[in-house]
């Protein structure tokens, strides 16, 4: 396809307004599916998509469509994940395309993700085509929230094209949109190959699949390549293209995107944003920008049961075929055995993680408290990173400690401001800005990462009733007066229990801890002493009485079924236990101790 009659774009928006609704509108609308098949084939992908998780990081299709001038295009729409944690991704897709299409609810009007999202398309230069949906509710008011773009975003959104991706209204002309608005790429056929590697997944039986695009030269079925950055040389065994379904092609020109293979084993070896060329007369200067997504947040995963330990790192290798950013290194614990030290790009992606380790692959597992990466200065002028507070030096050969610190927008009701504002400064956050859009207020604090990554979006959902939005992106190291805090049950130390605490916050801290783990830990035979302690010094207390009758007691012998219901109900949460010394601490007391209300 000539250049002219080729547009590349993304959609960028907040979660739930629409952006999928409207990408498979876009398909159906250009016949790339025949209306029959719209159904399954959609279903298909959403299967793949959730196959792969979150992992998955650009999804694109190549769009037909014959336009009013009466000419044929090929519209290419590369997908881009919406969450904060995958902000570098998401930029490396904005590069590979000329143009987005700003999708914005026109009940609800702009939110962080909105924000953060059209930032990097503007970064990126695109051209950017508003687009309002859901002008099919009663709650729509297309007008206010094309002052509030205007307002907010600072874009000209007197073009904007309202939609409802619902029911089809307006499809036709975001269509014809991105032909007529958003820019044709360029680039020199002649010019030896340049591609950029946009993203890449594992497919059990394809191997790692490389979605690429052209910028210079052509890219040919056989062609041996060399990637810039890695050094890695390959030859191509297929090229083609995603309609969504894959489809081979014989080549590639400039200004196209598409997906190739090329017998790479892993997902590791191809780089996001690396430069693509010939093996031989390649091209002389690689893309600019390259960064590998390096995980922020840390925690350890341990099996419940130690019998499961192998079975955890079956698991776990098979997650990170795909998946490049999630690290894991063993760890043993003297409280939880054998495990694994893992690394995320931020709390989604953990969760993410988590949950299909337990889900999918059926194992229990004991999660420690996310912790970030802290810098620790020594005094003989090193310094160590520090992944897990139980590694923490000597505190007497530290000079001193940096910790990670984002910068988070927050747009929230009016209404809920104060309660939001208090939040913020309760987290040891910095107040950078606060401005109106509408009826909401738009706050930006410097926060610590350590204060976010454990419950922060729980706690401004809960005290927002679900009505703030929220993103975040780091701005670097600070030094502040960061201590480890122990917790002792039954005076022995509970490793994984262990936090790193702010001076100023530790003692209401240990408290809330010790009161948390009183209510988890179930009543034993003999008294529990529960210990929160900084630097060997005891700074909270609570004391779990001995149990003293059987629990089946109260059933007075009489009801038979009760008692067995109860009996089966203590195995079960058995199961979920890990034995420390004399103690048994059920498993989700290692995520709930450190929950703060
Ligand atoms: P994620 O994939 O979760 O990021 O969300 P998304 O932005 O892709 O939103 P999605 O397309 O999944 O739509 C979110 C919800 O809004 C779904 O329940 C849709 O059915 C609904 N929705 C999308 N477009 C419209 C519209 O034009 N009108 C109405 N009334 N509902 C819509």
Do not use: W
């Amino acid at each position: 396809t000539d250049l002219a009659h080729i547009r590349n774009f993304s959609i960028v928006a907040h979660i739930d307004h629409g952006k999928s609704t409207l990408a498979d509108r876009l398909i159906q609308m250009t016949g790339t599916v025949a209306d029959r098949d719209m159904k399954e084939q959609l279903l298909d992908a959403m299967d793949i998509e959730r196959e792969r998780g979150i992992t998955i990081k650009a999804n694109t299709v190549r769009l037909e469509y014959k336009a009013q001038d009466g000419e044929h295009y090929v519209l290419n729409l590369i997908d881009t994940p919406g969450h904060v944690d995958f902000a570098y991704e998401v930029s490396r897709s904005m590069q590979a395309v000329e143009g987005s299409l700003l999708v914005v609810d026109a009940s609800q009007g702009v939110e962080a993700q909105t924000l953060a999202n059209v930032y990097q398309a503007i970064d990126a230069d695109h051209e950017i085509v508003p687009v309002l949906n859901k002008i099919d509710l009663p709650a729509a008011e297309p007008e206010r929230v094309k002052a509030q773009i205007e307002d907010v975003i600072g874009i000209d959104a007197s073009d904007a094209v309202e939609i409802s991706a619902k029911t089809g209204i307006g499809i036709d002309r975001v269509l014809e949109a991105i032909v007529t608005r958003l820019p044709a790429p360029k680039g020199d056929r002649n010019a030896p190959l340049k591609a950029m590697l946009v993203d890449s997944y594992y497919d059990s039986y394809l191997g790692v699949v490389v979605l690429v695009r052209i910028i210079d030269g052509v890219m040919k079925k056989g062609d041996r390549i060399r990637m810039m950055k890695t050094g890695g040389l390959y030859q191509i065994d297929r090229l083609g293209v995603f309609r969504p379904a894959m489809q081979d092609i014989a080549e590639l020109g400039p200004g196209e995107i598409g997906f190739l293979t090329a017998s790479i084993k892993l997902v590791r070896d191809t780089r996001v944003g690396d430069t693509i060329t010939t093996e031989k007369k390649g091209c002389e200067k690689a893309l600019p920008g390259f960064k590998p997504s390096v995980p922020v947040v840390f925690c350890g995963l341990f099996p419940v049961d130690a019998n499961d330990f192998e079975d955890l790192r079956d698991a776990i290798e098979k997650l990170q075929l795909n998946d490049a950013s999630f690290t894991a290194e063993m760890e043993t614990s003297a409280a939880l055995g054998f495990g694994f030290r893992c690394g995320f790009l931020g709390l989604l992606h953990l969760e993410v993680i988590r949950d299909r380790l337990e889900r999918e692959y059926d194992i229990d597992l004991i999660t420690t408290a996310p912790s970030v990466i802290y810098n620790i200065y020594m005094t003989d002028g090193s310094m160590k990173e520090l992944h897990n507070p139980a590694d923490m030096p000597d505190p007497v050969k530290i000079d001193h400690i940096e910790e990670p610190r984002i910068k988070a927008t927050i747009l929230v009701p009016d209404e809920y401001l104060g309660d939001v504002l208090k939040l913020c400064q309760d987290r040891r956050g910095v107040q950078l800005d606060l401005t109106y859009a509408g009826q909401r207020a738009m706050v930006v604090y410097d926060l610590p990462l350590n204060e976010v990554v454990f419950d922060f979006y729980d706690r401004l959902k809960s005290v927002t009733k679900g009505y703030a939005s929220f993103d975040y992106q780091m701005i670097g190291y600070q030094e502040d007066a960061l201590q480890k805090m122990q917790i002792l049950v039954n005076d022995e130390p509970v490793d994984a229990l262990s936090v790193m605490v702010h001076r100023t916050r530790a003692e209401a801290r240990g408290r809330a801890m010790c009161e948390k783990l009183k209510e988890l830990i179930p009543q034993h035979m003999f008294k529990i002493p529960i210990q929160a302690a900084v630097g060997g010094r005891i700074i909270a207390r609570e004391t779990i009485s001995a149990l003293r009758k059987d629990v089946t007691a109260k059933c007075y012998g009489g009801d038979v079924t009760r008692k067995k219901k109860l009996l089966e109900k203590q195995k079960a949460g058995k199961k979920r236990m890990r034995q420390f010394g004399k103690v048994e601490i059920p498993q989700e007391a290692f995520i709930s101790a450190l929950k703060m209300d």
